[in-house]
Structures are given as C-alpha cells and as structure tokens.
C-alpha cells in the first residue's frame, strides 16, 4: 500500500490532539448551493510551517473550499478551527484578521490595473476605512520600500502594475498578501497561467515562505508541482475528502484517488499523416517574427508547443481569421487561403476554440444548446428561422458523445464545471466537418479524465481532418499529439514525432531556445 | 487507453441528495415571483380596475389603454433590439422629433403626398440610425455617450431645419404662407380605425409580432443576443459583430421614426422635440420588460408588457381620479418593482 491513507476524516486522533497540533482545522464542513451539494462533510487540518497540497478534478469542490476559507461563502454547516479558536467567517475581512491570506486562480484580480506597484502593495490599507483621504505619493513609496526589503523583492515599485508581466503581477499578488504577515497562504493554481520559468521563480518564492514558517495550502492540477512541493497532499472528490498522501508522493496513487479509479497513461503511436491540407508558406507570428513554413496533414495532430509569449497564439489567430495576417501566404485544401475574419476563416473550413473560455467562448447565462449551434447557426435554420428541436438534440448528442455531465441541453452554461464546458465547446465543433481544427490551450484548467477525453476525441477526429493544438505544456502536447513543433521567439526551431521526445528535452529546447533573447528582454510577454 | 468520466458519480449524488428535502418553498416562491409576478400583478390590476370601475373593462377603454400604449411600445422596441446588441440608444427620442419633423415639413411646406411624407419620415429616422452606427463601430465611441451626442445633435438639427417653430397646416414658414396639409393618408395613421381597432394598436402589433419573430425565432435574433451577450465570444464564433450592431441601430431609428409618425398623425402637427419624453417612457419600457417571465435581458414580449403596465396603471388611476402630476411617481414605482424582481430575486450565479 502506497502512502495513500483511504479516508483519514473520521478516524483521526481526538479531536483535541488535533487541534493542539493544527494551524487550521476544517471541520465537517458543508456548503449546499440550490439542489447541488458541492461540499459534503470536509475534515482536514493544516499544520504550521506545512505545504500542503489540496488536488482534485474540475467540479470536486476545491473552489468552494477556497471560497469558505477566505471568507467569501459562508459554510452551511461545520466548523473552522485556527489555533483552536473556533472562527465564523462572515466577509473576507474575517479571514483576513485570522491570518488567512488567498492568492486567487487569477492573477488580474490580485491587483488593480491604473495603480502603480507601491500603490498595489499598499491597497488594503489605502482602502481600509479611516486611512488617510490623501495619498502621500512619497510615503506610500517609502512604505512599500519597506514590505520590499523584508520580503526581499526586487519589483520597480513606481511603474504602473498593468506594465508587468503576469509573474511580476502575480509576485505583486502575493507580496501583498505577504505583507499582512498571515499564518496560512493558499495559492489557487498560481501557475496555471505561467510559464515554465516562471514557475520555477514561483517554486522558489514559495519554498522560501516556508522557511518563514507560513503554512502554505497549495491548490493545483499538475501532479509535479507537488511532488516538488508538497508535504502533504489532501484529495477533494465530488464535495468529500478521499485521500491524504505524505511525501514523498505517489502521484500514481494520487492521480488515481482523484478520478476514483487508475489511469493509465496514454501511450499512441505517432502517425505519419496523409495528404496536405494546409501549407503555410512564410507567414509569421509577428511582424517582427522571422517567416515560417508548416503543413497541416489529414490524419495527425500537430501539437505547438513553446513558453508564454513565443507567438504561437498569434500565429493561431491567424490560421483561424481572428486576426489579420501578417506576412506570408496560406492554400487550403489546393486554393489560396487569406480568412478576412472569423466568419470567413470558418465559411472556408477552419474553426479554432479559443484560449479563454470565459472571455473568447462563454455567452453568460446561456443555454447550452444556443453554445452548441452560435458558430453555424446556418445548418440549424430554413430562411432564417432556427429549428431548436433540432438544436436540442443536437446539444445531447453532444452531451452524450463528450460525456460531459450537465443536467441538460437546457441547462445554463454556468451550471457545467470548467472541464464539463470544455468537452462541450469542442465536441460542438467536432460533431461538424470541417477542414482544419485549431484548439488554442485547451486543456488549461481542466482535469485529467477531461483531458483524456478531449485528447481522444481530437486524435479521432483527426482521421477525417488535421487538428493542430497548441500549448505551453509540454505533456499536454506529447500526450495528443503525433508531431510536435516547436517554437521560440516566432521560430519554429524544432520539430520531430511525438514519440522521439520527452517532456524534459522539449523543456529543455523551449527554453533554451529563448535564453539568448531572454538576457536582452528578461520578461517579454505577449499582452 | 482507459478514460472514464470523473464526475459522473457527482451527478446521480447530487439528484438523490436533492430529490428527499428539495428546494424550500420560500426559493420557490422567489422563482415564481422572479418569473410571473409583474404579469400576475398586472393582471391583478386589471382585474382589480374592471371590478371597481364598470368602464375600465370595455372594449372601447381596452383600446383606450392599447392606443395610449402604442407609442411607447414601438419606440421600446426599437431601445430592445438595441438592448440586444449590448447597447443603448438613448437618441430614440430625438430621431422621433427629427422624423416628425421631416414629414410634416413635407406635407406642410414641401406641398407632398402622405405616402411620400412617411418615407421621408423614416428615411429620417435611418439616417439617426445609421449616424449612430458610424459614432459606435467605425469611430468606436461607446453606445452611450455616442448616443448622448447624437441626441443634441439632431434636436439641434431639428430645431435649426424649422427655424425653431412648430409645423402645422397653415404657418408660416420664413415670411411665407404654407398652403400644404396633412395627408388624408397621413391622418389614418392617427385617427383610423379597423374593426373599431384603432390604426395606431394595428401598427404596434404588427411591429410588435415582426420584433418578437426576429428575436426570438430568427438565426439574426439569436446573433443580436450573441453580440450582446459577448461580443469577442460572438466574434470568434464567426458572427460578424459590427454588421449587426449596425442594423441594430439601423432599426431603432427606424422604429423610432415610425413611432414619430403615429404621433405627428394622432396631433395632426408636429411640435418642437415632442420626442424627448418618450426616450425615459420606452428605456422604462424595455427595463420592465426585464422582468417579465423571468428573462432577465431586454425582449419583445417583456417590452410591450412594459409599455402596456404603464398604460393600465394611468388609465386605471385617472378613473380613481388620481392626480395626473402622481403619474411620474407610479411610473417610478414600477420601474424599480420590475428591476427589484429582475436583479434582486434573479437567480444568482456561483
């Protein structure tokens, strides 16, 4: 038996020893939304000076946990302990007072764009009621002087926030939090958005607050991060704490504890693709980008692969009409292609699920079915006028094929998880035909199993026309794909099969590709 | 490679822990007040006033309150299906004025034909529009501000085109008797009746129906939503968003006029910015429709309910005797009942 201990909650040391050992102590808590039972009785404790990873798929609960930590949701039911005081959050202040610091999923909404980065480390107190109505511009800068040294950060404290790139943004974030000298941190995915530099900055700034003696709850999907990190690990599925893990980690065991059942790493063989569909003949990402070839083949999926900032989703923007071209010329199944927008790109055969979800996909309050039919609205209509019963099945034919769980064709987009409304934005697509398939990011965020899922469905689809995928995940992109491109600063400066790479040397050739460039312009970054 | 849905299970939980307790009726009664309760209270007004007062509920009164509502409700439509596309025309008024303006003009001093005069009144109300669209898409001024401008400009325009004064049969336009009159044709828009149904109620229901079959039945309605709803998302969906601003716009002028055009017909004159008043009567409008069957966004239906709750309430409080200065107040009031049901009792979202 691994280190997994199968539901530690109710079976733990008194309840009293458990308080004296703990920072925190969760306590049976419950949070009931509507009909939907989101958490169902969590028991766990974090302890001082800990990391302690909390994993689980898209939907499990983590969110809501986070909410009711930080003092957002109250819990319907259950208990918080922190020092073995018992605390009732009612608004985030309370929280705040009791130590607990949060770092949420989103980098942007850890600062506040206008304000320059003194201001944004000082924001509290700027905002707490009784502070003074006017800004000393020269205090405040000496002030956040002050939290930069003991926090030992380097940030340029006069310049506008906005003007960072998301690390330094997120660095700002926590610092802030820093500042407030809490006992426990909780990171929400904070490397979800960065690259993998990036993150290696993160992991140090975190091992160092652990050497300070803050007890850090670490949020995450990615099985590495905490083997690397974690002290302890906690399991969250379908609102209830399975498992708790001690380093060193069995990610097998964890990764298993989190979908309910043992997954076994895909392994495919990398297929050589058949006729061309799409040939790019130096066309470029930016106008400063060096010009680039690449051809689309029916039957493989091509995974591009590089750090933040490399030009991959401009170049995809480009392929799919969503921006206009910068150089260089494109045939498409034997004609020329120069999409005009969106619409002319998908008339033509080229559709692409966009980066953001939320921002570049999602209608709010939606129903799913009007998700399912808004890019080709012409095949569910006569004259114009829309055949919703045809929609309808449509949608569940969706639903049912992509196994995503919604209560229906009916229900509001809101109402799926992250991972649910993924399968069903691509799955709407690859129910069409269409002759080229581009997914910008898609498995940001998602789970494992929907991963799986999606990786699947586009690897079928790929029969019938090229997919080309892009993301900054090297496992992401060996996982699907059958060839794998490369691409630093603009360049396409390695490709080859999927199966002859690893994630380590395509790590390896995504940064070390940028390093030159990297000492000119240290943090370059798309906007 | 074996993949199998992780949260499934979290599906059939949810329904068994859901089906014993189920929601409490106190959410119920909040979905049901959120959905049905502005149409319930006006029908409870409606039965209320019929009761009470023996000539509310005849024929001829019902189409005292439908014409007294026809007005606002065409020219609501037209701030709807701006509504839809994530904007707000707040010239609605103003191109009312213009339109009128234009065809009595025409009639009046221009010596022209009712049927003429009413294309030169929409073609108006267009050119408002299409002015709108070029401050929003091509010079991308935000709708409100955009729209703002627009209403000075053209009371302005208005103003400066008739020197100022009101136009009617016999006036004199600089220094000179006009011998132009108001169109036999021109008039029915005002005055007829069909069925004992007056032209204005016809005219308000048939752009009613051809509103509500757009929206809600249509390819183009649903892209309306979708551009509202999010533009980028729309845009990426290979909806061309600037297209259907355009003709959003295009079509609350156009409405706009047209509700012009059965005012100037109904006074038989066309006044000085007679169209302002109606900019706060339809926006009110459209914001009640809100609230009505739960949509919670701007729709056909909600809007002509909006205009008609209005009608009702002013038509049935004057029989009570009701000041007409306390009509501005219950108007208000309706408003922020309606908003209080659409964003207070709303379904909130995680």
Aim: aromatic share 6%; hydrophobic share 45%.
């Amino acid at each position: 038996m691994p280190s997994a201990q199968a539901n530690s909650a109710g079976e733990s040391p008194s309840p009293a020893d458990r308080a004296r050992s703990a920072l925190v102590e969760i306590r049976d808590v419950r949070k009931i939304f509507g009909a939907t039972h989101a958490l169902k009785g969590v028991s766990f404790e974090i302890r001082p000076g800990e990391t302690l990873g909390l994993l689980g798929a898209n939907g499990a609960g983590k969110s809501t946990l986070i909410k009711i930590l930080a003092g957002i949701h109250p819990p319907t039911s259950g208990q918080i302990l922190i020092e073995g005081r018992d605390v009732a959050f009612g608004f985030p202040d309370d929280a705040r007072n009791a130590g607990i610091a949060t770092v949420h999923q989103n980098i942007d909404d850890g600062v506040v764009f206008g304000m320059s980065v003194a201001e944004n480390l000082l924001l509290d107190e700027i905002a707490k009621p009784g502070s003074a109505v006017f800004l000393n511009q020269r205090q405040v800068l000496r002030r956040a002087e002050a939290i930069q040294e003991k926090l030992e950060l380097d940030l340029p404290l006069a310049a506008p926030v906005e003007d960072l790139s998301a690390s330094r943004r997120q660095e700002v974030a926590i610092a802030r939090e820093l500042a407030k000298q809490p006992k426990l941190l909780i990171l929400d995915e904070p490397t979800s958005t960065l690259s993998e530099r990036e993150t290696e900055k993160l992991f140090d700034a975190v091992r160092d607050m652990k050497k300070r003696g803050i007890s850090i709850l670490y949020i995450t999907h990615r099985m590495s991060e905490v083997d690397l990190l974690c002290d302890r690990a906690v399991v969250l599925r379908n609102g209830s704490i399975v498992s708790q893990h001690d380093a060193p980690m069995d990610t097998r065991a964890i990764a298993s504890s989190i979908l309910g059942e043992l997954v076994i790493a895909t392994q495919h063989k990398s297929r050589a693709g058949g006729d061309a569909v799409l040939e790019a003949s130096n066309v470029r990402s930016k106008a400063e980008a060096p010009p680039i070839d690449f051809t689309l083949k029916r039957g493989e999926v091509v995974g591009l692969t590089g750090l933040i900032g490399a030009g991959k989703t401009e170049l995809l923007e480009q392929i799919c009409g969503h921006r206009p071209m910068v150089a260089g010329e494109m045939v498409l199944d034997g004609r020329p292609y120069a999409p005009k927008d969106a619409a002319d790109a998908m008339a033509k055969g080229v559709v692409m699920v966009p980066e953001e979800r939320a921002l570049q996909s999602i209608f709010p309050g939606d129903r799913l079915w009007k998700h399912c039919s808004v890019g080709v609205m012409g095949h569910f209509s006569r004259l114009g006028f829309m055949d919703r019963r045809n929609e309808v099945s449509f949608t569940e034919a969706v639903i049912d094929d992509y196994r995503v769980v919604a209560p229906g064709a009916t229900a509001a987009i809101e109402e799926l998880s992250g991972g649910n409304q993924q399968k069903l934005l691509v799955g709407r697509w690859l129910r069409q035909t269409w002759s080229v398939v581009v997914l910008d990011e898609p498995f940001r965020g998602i789970d494992i199993g929907a991963r799986g899922l999606i990786s699947q469905a586009l690897r079928d689809y790929s029969e019938r026309a090229p997919v080309l995928i892009c993301s900054s995940d090297p496992e992401e992109v060996l996982e699907v794909a059958d060839r794998v491109m490369i691409m630093v600063e603009g360049q396409i400066v390695h490709e080859d099969r999927a199966e002859s790479l690893d994630a380590e040397s395509l790590a390896e050739i995504m940064s070390h590709g940028s390093r030159e460039a990297a000492g000119a312009r240290p943090e370059m970054r798309a906007q | 490679m074996t993949i199998e849905s992780t949260e499934k299970p979290a599906e059939t939980e949810r329904q068994v822990a859901s089906s014993p307790a189920g929601p409490t009726w106190l959410e119920q009664a909040k979905v049901l007040t959120y959905k049905y309760g502005l149409l319930a209270v006006l029908f409870g007004l409606i039965g209320y006033f019929s009761a009470t007062q023996p000539f509310f509920g005849t024929f001829i009164n019902a189409m005292f309150v439908l014409q007294a509502a026809s007005i606002v409700a065409v020219i609501g439509l037209g701030c709807t299906v701006s509504m839809t596309v994530g904007g707000f025309d707040l010239s609605v008024g103003s191109a009312m004025s213009l339109s009128i303006m234009a065809a009595a003009a025409a009639m009046v001093v221009g010596n022209l034909g009712g049927v003429e005069a009413i294309l030169i009144g929409i073609a108006a109300g267009l050119a408002v529009g299409l002015f709108n669209s070029f401050l929003i898409v091509v010079a991308r001024i935000p709708d409100l501000v955009a729209t703002l401008s627009t209403l000075f400009l053209i009371n302005g325009l208005t103003l400066l085109g008739v020197n100022g004064q009101s136009v009617a049969e016999g006036m004199v336009f600089r220094g000179q008797a006009t011998t132009g009159e108001f169109s036999p044709i021109f008039k029915w828009l005002g005055s007829g009746q069909v069925l004992g149904v007056p032209s204005s109620v016809i005219v308000a229901a048939v752009v009613f129906l051809t509103v509500f079959v757009l929206l809600n039945y249509t390819r183009w309605g649903r892209a309306f939503y979708a551009v509202g709803g999010n533009p980028i998302a729309a845009a990426a969906a290979g909806i061309r968003v600037a297209r259907y601003r355009v003709v959003a716009y295009l079509i609350s002028g156009g409405l706009s006029a047209i509700a012009g055009l059965m005012l100037a017909a109904r006074s038989n004159r066309g006044d000085v910015n007679v169209g302002d008043p109606f900019l706060l009567q339809a926006v009110s409008a459209a914001l009640v429709g809100y609230a009505v069957l739960g949509a919670n966004r701007a729709n056909a239906f909600g809007t002509l309910i909006g205009a008609i709750f209005v009608a009702v309430l002013i038509n049935g409080l004057t029989m009570f005797n009701f000041p007409y200065y306390a009509q501005t107040f219950v108007q208000g009031l309706l408003l922020v009942i309606a908003l209080l049901m659409s964003y207070t009792l709303g379904p909130n979202r995680r």
